[in-house]
Every structure is written in structure tokens, then in C-alpha cells.
């Protein structure tokens, strides 16, 4: 299935609309592009590693990667993880880098170090400081985890390079804005910064607009 025949994430209409209302770049995009198409990831350990998995990956590779750890395990926990060992791990697709992360991650969950209830209770600072406080997690990916996992409506991915590119096209910007210079720009986005961020990477996915 194309991103374009994906089922479309009417959660997002009110806050595209009112950013429409107050940034007329904003508007004509999203008179182009229209709604993204929905986009969730699991909570928890589950929802984590799919992100990991995603890094610098292609979206049907991903995917490959994902059905083949599902075939192998069943149902994904912690535990199940760590039952593969690094050759099995290696043959579903997974990077060296990533079975490190990966098996890290399964670890610090199991033992009850990372505790995903009390990061969802978390504010956003908050938990991004505790999700990176694990070895393979940076601030991208804990942003991603607060969007797609936990559904928050005001998380801004300024380091995200398709993100930045969007946005260098919508606003005519001479090259791509830095991180700093994108945190700035994103101000102008709150408390919508989610959405915006959700709508730059469905813009960039099309570049003849």
C-alpha cells in the first residue's frame, strides 16, 4: 500500500487547521498535501525498538525487518528478545549496532530500570531526559517515542533532517535551518508543535508541491 492510499489521521485536522489559520505558508501546503496518513507506534519496550529499528532504514525495510522479529518471536516482549541470540538477530535484519541497542534496551526494561509507566506520567522534558539516559537513545528518538507512542500534542523533532528540509521548501529558506535555528522557527507552532512536525514529514514526502 502507497503513503498516498494510507487511511488519514483526522485527529489532526483541528490543530493543522487552526496552524493554517495563522501561517498562510502552512495553509497553502496543506490545501496540497491534505491530512497525514496515521501513524502510531506500541507503547513501551515494543513501540521503542520498532523506533530504534527505524533509523536510518527505509520504511518498507523496516517493515521487512519488523515481520521477520514478529515471525520469530511471537509476541514481543522483553524477554522474548533476549531469547534470540545475535546470529538469529543478525539474520532478521538487524544491524550489530542495533542488537547492541536493542538487547540494552530489553535489559534496562526487564530489570525494571526503565519503567514506561513512570515516563508516561512524565512531562516532555522529563521523559526525554529519562529515555536518553539509555545507551542508544538519543533526543530524536525519544521526540519519536513521545509523538507515535505516547500521542503528545507538543513535542518539536528540530534535529530531524526531513523535518528541517520540509521546512527550509515551505518557508523558501536560502539553505536548511539548523536545529537551533529550528527550535526558533518551530515557537511560532506552539502548542500545535506535534501536528506541525506530523504535517512536515507528509509535506516533504512530496516534493512537487
Known sequence: MSSS???RDTKLRRPLMQLAERDPDFAAAFE???LPPKRQQPLGFEGLLSIILAQQVSAGATRAIRDRLYTAVGK????TFLALDDEALRGIGFSRQKVRYGRGIAEVTQSGELDFDAVAAMDDGAAIAE???IKGIGPWTAEVYLLFSLGRPD???AADLAVQ???KRLKRL???PSTERMRKLGQAWRPHRSAAARFLWHYY???GV
Not at 76 to 79: G, I
Open 5 to 7: 492510499e494510507l487511511p
Open 32 to 34: 496540497a498535501c491534505g
Open 76 to 79: 514481543l516482549t522483553p524477554e
Open 131 to 133: 529515555l536518553c539516559k
Open 155 to 157: 513535542v518539536w523533532p
Open 165 to 167: 528540509e520540509a521546512l
Open 174 to 176: 536560502r539553505k536548511r
Open 205 to 207: 514526502s512530496h516534493p
